[in-house]
């Protein structure tokens, strides 16, 4: 697939459905079944530091920041809908941002060597040019600045239930290989009426594009939270599959 025809579905989804994700998946959460910044960290003491979100979404990320006294916000998105509900939300909490409308990959009028902090919650795997977005975020990055991203684990796509909603035919719920680690080709996903275009890279994909960057990984993360894995009783295939495998993965990595 052409990038271009990539970014047109994921921006369209986007503009369309933002008001169904206001507030989902934003510091200190990571993700869902994972652990949080509470539990891991990562960030540490921000006050006083430059911050740039990509994919900032609603903007409750930022707003997590601003409550910690950073001293400027940034925030990158390719959904003007996004941007607006970002916008309205941090002027309520009584806050700004410097907010821009355009895909990562995008040459951008973003200062360079400029930032503390360039994190991405749930957002860094809409990219269509991952090599290139690793790179231009390095730019922005001070020397030894901070980058910050969380995704889904690629073991996530490629695992499956098998059977789960055939009870008349087998009883116990087996997780199986449906798709291949390695294909990283890109595929379409229905999503609330609409579709989006994703693809699934490898975990090496990431940590070899970071290298080649110009960044050192401190902290890779791939671990339920404790409260899923220590659930019993009922619970959702969701949660089941997470006590199992990660659902979720972060990594920080240090600029050098």
Not at 71 to 84: C, N, P, R, T, Y
Not at 115 to 129: E, K
Not at 145 to 155: M, N, T
Not at 179 to 196: A, L
Request: include cysteine; charge should be negative; glycine fraction near 6%.
């Amino acid at each position: 697939m052409e990038p271009d025809e990539i970014l047109k579905t994921n921006k369209a989804y986007w503009n369309a459905n933002a008001d169904l994700w206001f507030g989902t998946t934003a510091l200190p959460t990571y993700g869902v079944h994972f652990l949080t910044e509470n539990d891991l960290h990562l960030f540490g003491d921000v006050s006083g530091k430059k911050l740039l979100d990509i994919c900032c979404g609603s903007g409750h990320s930022l707003k997590y920041h601003a409550d910690r006294h950073a001293a400027e916000l940034w925030g990158v998105d390719i959904s003007h809908k996004q941007l607006e509900n970002a916008d309205a939300y941090l002027k309520k909490q009584g806050y700004t941002a410097k907010l821009i409308c355009s895909p990562m990959e995008a040459e951008l009028d973003i200062p360079k060597n400029y930032f503390d902090y360039v994190y991405s919650i749930y957002g860094i795997g809409w990219t269509t040019d991952l090599q290139g977005t690793f790179q231009k975020i390095a730019s922005y990055l001070k020397k030894d600045g901070i980058f910050i991203f969380s995704w889904h684990h690629p073991l996530n796509y490629c695992v499956a239930w098998s059977c789960s909603q055939r009870k008349d035919i087998i009883e116990n719920d087996n997780l199986i290989f449906n798709r291949s680690y390695f294909d990283e080709s890109y595929f379409r996903m229905p999503v609330d009426g609409s579709e989006i275009i994703l693809c699934n890279r490898k975990i090496s994909t990431y940590i070899n594009a970071l290298a080649q960057a110009g960044f050192v990984v401190e902290q890779m993360v791939e671990q339920t939270d404790k409260e899923t894995m220590e659930a019993t009783g009922v619970i959702s295939d969701k949660a089941k599959k997470a006590k199992m495998l990660p659902i979720s993965f972060c990594i920080k990595a240090r600029k050098l």
